[in-house]
Nanobody, 119 residues
Framework: QVQLVESGGGLVQAGGSLRLSCVAS????????MGWYRQVPGKQLELVAR???????NYADSVKGRFTISRDNAQNTVYLQMNSLKPEDTAVYYC?????????????WGQGTQVTVSS
């Protein structure tokens, strides 16, 4: 069973930076994507950034140029470096691992970490 443990959230002033980390324990299928989603109360879950096994990435338009996602395959870890943070980045951030199995995709989720950006 895969478990995801996130760290790095907190309170920061606008313009500041935070780095989120997510470590996946257990065995993950080699063909996968690791990513970060966020959710604000009353709103839908939003994809922030995702990186696949080969290293290709995609970002939400709202974070392009400010956030950088990376991964360490040997450590089953994904990072999200968040710079130039804005109050609208305030949300609970969730780590996600999606395995691309022959039977279909399978998702694992972290417990979430709060990011609060003050103006």
């Amino acid at each position: 069973q895969v478990q995801l443990v996130e760290s790095g959230g907190g309170l920061v002033q606008a313009g500041g930076s935070l780095r989120l980390s997510c470590v996946a324990s257990g065995s993950i299928f080699r063909n996968n994507a690791m990513g970060w989603y966020r959710q604000v109360p009353g709103k839908q879950l939003e994809l922030v950034a995702r990186i696949i096994t080969g290293g290709s990435t995609n970002y939400a338009d709202s974070v392009k140029g400010r956030f950088t996602i990376s991964r360490d395959n040997a450590q089953n870890t994904v990072y999200l470096q968040m710079n130039s943070l804005k109050p609208e980045d305030t949300a609970v951030y969730y780590c996600n691992v999606r395995e691309f199995l022959a039977s279909g995709p399978h998702d694992y989720w972290g417990q979430g970490t709060q990011v609060t950006v003050s103006s």
